[in-house]
Nanobody, 114 residues
Framework: QRQLVESGGGLVQAGGSLRLSCIAS????????MGWYRQPLGKQRELVAQ???????NYADSVKGRFTISRDNAKNTVYLQMNSLKPEDTAVYYC????????WGQGTQVTVSS
């Protein structure tokens, strides 16, 4: 059964750091691009970082230079290191394929206080 399980969120002060993890239960993990998405309360979900199967990365302008996406194909895991966090980074964060699957995980809440 395909599944996405995110973890690592929490409450942090502005300027702080968090590292998110996501385990993807799919046999095709090593050959697909993966992404981290976020959805602030009342707003649409957006893609903030993606990584190809070969390790090429791309970031939304709003997080470029602060967030780093990485993957471990042996563990079917994708990570998001978030540094210099800002209050506007507050959102529920999800991982998924890029383009995304039809299903989503439960996400992990990131709250950045000012």
């Amino acid at each position: 059964q395909r599944q996405l399980v995110e973890s690592g969120g929490g409450l942090v002060q502005a300027g702080g750091s968090l590292r998110l993890s996501c385990i993807a239960s799919t046999s095709t993990f090593s050959i697909i691009s993966m992404g981290w998405y976020r959805q602030p309360l009342g707003k649409q979900r957006e893609l903030v970082a993606q990584i190809t199967s070969s390790g090429y990365t791309n970031y939304a302008d709003s997080v470029k230079g602060r967030f780093t996406i990485s993957r471990d194909n042996a563990k079917n895991t994708v990570y998001l290191q978030m540094n210099s966090l800002k209050p506007e980074d507050t959102a529920v964060y999800y991982c998924n394929a890029s383009p995304h699957f039809s299903y989503w995980g439960q996400g992990t809440q990131v709250t950045v206080s000012s």
